[in-house]
């Protein structure tokens, strides 16, 4: 142990992903006579094995954050992974630190994870916590929001979250334009001779660098690739990164966020849902800064508000269900699914294209769009049963913007619909056809996307049928559903048959050697 530091009126916890300046914890603290925290602990980077490119764009942005803390004054006190002194814990690094600086309150602001939250709720010091303002809807608002509604919709909480920000208001408090949601435009496949811009890529720094090392010596074991680390890990570089969307990719958002192109992964998309969740970002000026492109009419006002309802939106929606239903939603499995997560999402070797490239791109870049994690991983977990717990574990390490919060109720309600649709009306349920539809995954793939049963037959089509007569029970009555198993019945007895046969040979092979 090292020489006494002096004592710290008020210690205030910044956590791995609350590194915004405004942060209401940080708010009101004198730097003469308080202390700031931040630790790097095994235990968080070791729950599930986590892409080491999140590890150390998280160590890196942190060690970032504290140099900017020092900068503006304060006093910082930061545990390396490595210091021998650390206990590896974030309650044992903070009651260690509280009492090392005799210091005389303790803040700290909302966690991004239910566990984390209770484990410091319960580390025996006093405690003031703040609410995490960074949200737009507070946890209690959202909880009052959803009281006297069954079933919750999306739509109608983003309604309010338009009225209460004021974004793409006209002077009477309606929706611009007419519509709040201009969700039907768009959603086409990426044609011949469009190319999405150019990734802008940020240099590790000395600091990275140094993290860089530290996470390939210490995680070498965690499954994907950490050389070529190009993430933003501070507020200047984040911000650099939503430039670069606003003046090139935003204006062609909206026709292509849902296409899918071999070889390019991150097409019109902003890849700022890690800098955001991080807090390198600011919800509210990103929101200003696209609704002030479609006011000034450098985007549509269609483009414009599919953006800004996915940040107010399903963002703060998704945030919301996980504090209502926390704890219990993380152990709700509406299908009873039991199998085990395929080797291959650890290792991206199948023989199914749209998984080998979707998979091969995450393991690279720690990186998915919205519509390769729902219509390829999370569309084949669902059709083959795979157990919720595993595939939410799968998600939360692989990607780079996955914290508790926003990957759990994606991946548990939305993809695996293993909350029985209490946050979607649906299941995200498509057979190959929506594939070849959205990619040109399907021209290169070892399968052929117009044949249900046979052995070169696209897996995704029999399973599509099999997860569809399998819980009937609980789907037919969805009327989202009906077309679906209206055709189903119109199918003969004896090509029913052969694509359950289908299935079952293909859930049998998941778990063989050779596999899929
Ligand atoms: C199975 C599954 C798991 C997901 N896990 C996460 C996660 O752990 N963390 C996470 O932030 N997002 C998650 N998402 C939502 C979405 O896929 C990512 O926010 C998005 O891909 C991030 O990339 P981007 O910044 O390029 O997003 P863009 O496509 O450019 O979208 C812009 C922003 O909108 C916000 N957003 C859009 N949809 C959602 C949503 N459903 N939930 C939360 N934010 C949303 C994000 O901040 C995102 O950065 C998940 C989606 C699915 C289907
Ligand atoms: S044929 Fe089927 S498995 Fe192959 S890429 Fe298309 S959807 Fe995926």
Known sequence: MTDQPPPARRLALVLGDQLSFELASLRGLDPRQDAVLLAEVREEVTRVPYHPKKIALIFSAMRHFAEAL?????????????????????????????????????????????????????????????ADTRFLCGRAEFARWAADRQP???????????????????????????????????????????????????????????????VGSQF??????LDGFDYPVSHG????????????????????????????????????????NIGLLDLRRLCADVEEACRSGRVSLGVAEGFIRQLIGWREYVRGIYW??????????????RRPLPAFYWTGQTRMNCLRQTIGQTLKHAYAHHIQRLMVTGNFALLAGIAPRQVCDWYLAMYLDAFDWAALPNTLGMAMHADGGYL?????????????????????????????TGEQACPFNALYWHFLMRHRRQLEANPRLGMVYRTLARMPETRQQALWRRGEDLLARLAAEDGL
């Not at 903070?94 to 602001?109: F, N, P, S, Y």
């Open 70 to 130: 020092r900068r503006r004054g304060f006093r910082v006190h930061y545990v390396t992974l490595d210091d021998p002194d650390n206990c590896g814990s974030l309650p044992g690094e903070l009651v260690r630190w509280a009492d090392r600086l005799r210091a005389g309150e303790v803040h700290l602001t909302e966690c991004g994870d239910w566990r984390l939250e209770q484990s410091l709720r319960h580390c025996g010091l006093p405690l003031v916590w703040h």
């Open 152 to 214: 919750l919709r999306m739509e109608f909480f983003y309604r309010e979250m338009r009225r209460k920000s004021g974004l793409l208001l006209d002077a009477d408090g309606a929706p611009l334009g007419g519509g709040w949601n201009y969700d039907g435009q768009g959603r086409k496949p990426l044609p011949a001779g469009v190319e999405a811009p150019m990734a802008v890529r940020f240099a590790p720094d000395v600091i990275t660098r140094e993290v860089l090392a530290l």
């Open 220 to 225: 070498a074991g965690h499954p994907g690739v």
């Open 237 to 276: 570089e984040a911000q650099a990164l939503w430039q670069h969307f606003l003046d090139f990719a935003l204006p062609a958002f909206g026709d292509y966020q849902d296409a899918m192109a071999s070889g390019e992964p991150f097409l019109f998309h902003a890849r700022i849902g890690a800098a955001l």
């Open 324 to 337: 209502l239903q926390m704890p219990d939603y993380a152990t709700r499995n509406a299908f009873g699914n």
């Open 424 to 452: 979607a009306s649906k299941p995200s349920c498509a057979s190959g056809q929506y594939i070849r539809r959205m990619s040109d995954y399907c021209a290169s793939c070892a399968y052929r996307v117009s044949e249900s």
